[in-house]
């Protein structure tokens, strides 16, 4: 089974710090998704990646940025964290070049900044 | 924004009944996805259903869509407690998925 893993379940973090939420997939995927979401909004994608270096913007980027160094690992940072920053964040995976593009999710990350 | 929509946002029923989900969706898609979600989890993907078909079924789920009126229902039949959750609609955009904002079903025993 396909496995996505997001390095911390809670998290809280302080106005203005950087924060770094990691994601990580084990099934040789070539796209990676970050989204957030909030109550009564849905899921919103902030950034995605098709392959190692590559990124792009999604919906709402404003105050986030993305890493991927190696394909099976794709970061979001919060550069300065702010309080409308607080919500839960999910990563997902999926293979590319195919025509039905099922997405993976790992199990998400609450982050609070106070 | 071309974020779908769900209809209705919340469905409280009793075991045993059906429920019926609603979306609608802006753009033409390749096909239309249906997720579950559990409370504070991640999302897990039910089923697919091609913009060339109309009907799907999967177990006691009943998927299907009108590209025409761009929309997609997710019937769950004979429900139990455990099918509460959420549930998310998701359609196709390229390599993209724009996500419904969800319906909250309770399933009370």
Redesign the interface.
């Known amino acids: 089974d396909v496995k996505?893993t997001q390095s911390s379940r809670y998290l809280v973090k302080r106005t203005g710090e950087k924060v770094f939420l990691e994601c990580v997939q084990d099934m040789d995927h070539e796209?990676m998704?970050w989204?957030r979401q909030d109550p009564?909004?849905?899921?919103?994608?902030i950034y995605?990646s098709?392959d190692v270096k590559m990124k792009e913007k999604?919906?709402i980027p404003e105050g986030y940025s993305v890493s991927r160094e190696k394909k099976e690992r794709f970061s979001l940072i919060l550069e300065s964290a702010s309080t409308n920053q607080t919500s839960?964040y999910?990563c997902?995976s999926?293979l590319?070049g195919v025509?039905?593009?099922?997405?993976?999710?790992?199990?998400?990350t609450?982050l609070t900044v106070l | 924004s071309q974020q779908g929509e769900e209809d209705p946002q919340a469905l409280s029923i009793q075991e045993g009944e059906n429920a019926t989900m609603n979306c609608s969706y802006k753009t033409s898609i390749n096909n239309l996805q249906w997720y579950r979600q559990n409370s504070g989890r991640g999302l897990v993907h039910l089923i697919l259903i091609r913009s060339n078909e109309r009907e799907k079924h999967s177990g006691r789920l009943r998927v299907t869509l009108d590209t025409s009126k761009k929309s997609s229902s997710l019937l769950i039949t004979a429900s139990r407690a455990a099918d509460t959750a959420s549930y998310f609609c998701a359609s196709d955009n390229t390599d993209k998925l724009i996500f419904g904002t969800g319906t909250r079903l309770q399933v009370f025993p």
């Open positions: 996505v796209n998704f989204y009564g909004l849905g899921l919103r994608l995605f098709y999604g919906d839960m999910l997902a999926s590319s025509q039905y593009n099922e997405q993976f999710f790992g199990p998400g609450r």
